[in-house]
């Protein structure tokens, strides 16, 4: 019996007021177990990013309610948010939001200032491929070294829930491919509940679950009992 960790009963997000709204999701429904890796797969527009923002408690639901871990988040208040944000969630955007003054290091330590059980820094900077370039500041770095270097953030504060939106968008196949799979050696091995939005379906061979989106809804629910590994995904 697996852990479940993230429920969405009957959610849904409406944007707009009278004759402009429009809904975002409609009636969702869908849990996660803790651990899990996750792929969302869908069209633009679909909602995906609107699941990701309501799930990091960066936007709120109009109807419907979100379980994290035995909590209804949508009962949070402002406060209440602010800190299961910080204490539970990880999030990797398609752009870096590094702090240009700080060095590579720092960027990642940073998460020390939030949260107190984080991981090694040189470690994760190492998984990465980016511990050479730890004393660079961002503006010396490539975009997918910047990328990476974001990526190494979210890993480290050790969050429960790491949520990922095209997280190797702007990225080359082979440094792409070594991002996935630390986010997934990452899931693994310190049980980070992985959540990646995407528009690459291959991505789905190595998830051990596929939430496909369409039109605010849930068109399916894919559970894989033995997903391939991300070395072995055919592209
Ligand atoms: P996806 O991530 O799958 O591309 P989104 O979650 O970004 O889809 O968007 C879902 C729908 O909600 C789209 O029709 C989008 O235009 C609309 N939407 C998203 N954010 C807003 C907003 N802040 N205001 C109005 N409409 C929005």
Avoid at 50 to 79: A, C, E, F, P, W
Avoid at 164 to 175: H, N
Avoid at 218 to 230: D, L, N, W
Wanted: charged share 25%; glycine share 8%.
């Amino acid at each position: 019996m697996m852990d479940k960790i993230i429920e969405f009963k009957d959610v849904s997000k409406v944007y707009g007021e009278n004759e402009n709204q429009t809904y975002a999701l409609k009636n969702i429904s869908f849990s996660i177990n803790k651990g899990e890796f996750v792929v969302v797969l869908g069209p633009s527009g679909a909602g995906k990013s609107t699941i990701l923002n309501i799930l990091g408690g960066m936007d709120r639901v109009s109807q419907g309610s979100i379980i994290i871990d035995d909590n209804n988040i949508t009962n949070y208040n402002d406060h209440e948010l602010a800190k299961y944000r910080a204490i539970n969630i990880g999030f990797v955007f398609q752009f870096y939001n590094l702090i240009p003054t700080l060095t590579v290091y720092e960027n990642v330590a940073l998460m020390k200032e939030i949260k107190k059980d984080i991981l090694d820094v040189k470690e994760v900077l190492k998984g990465l491929g980016i511990d050479k370039h730890m004393h660079k500041f961002p503006s010396q770095l490539s975009g997918g070294e910047q990328q990476r270097v974001s990526i190494a953030r979210a890993i480290t504060k050790n969050p429960t829930i790491l949520l990922c939106d095209e997280p190797t968008g702007a990225l080359d196949s082979s440094t792409g491919e070594m991002v996935l799979t630390e986010l997934k050696k990452a899931c693994k091995e310190h049980h980070h509940t992985t959540i990646i939005v995407t528009h690459n379906m291959a991505l789905g061979q190595a998830a051990d679950k596929i939430i496909y989106i369409k039109n605010g809804g849930v068109e399916k629910v894919v559970v894989q009992e033995s997903p391939c590994e991300i070395s072995e995904v055919k592209w």
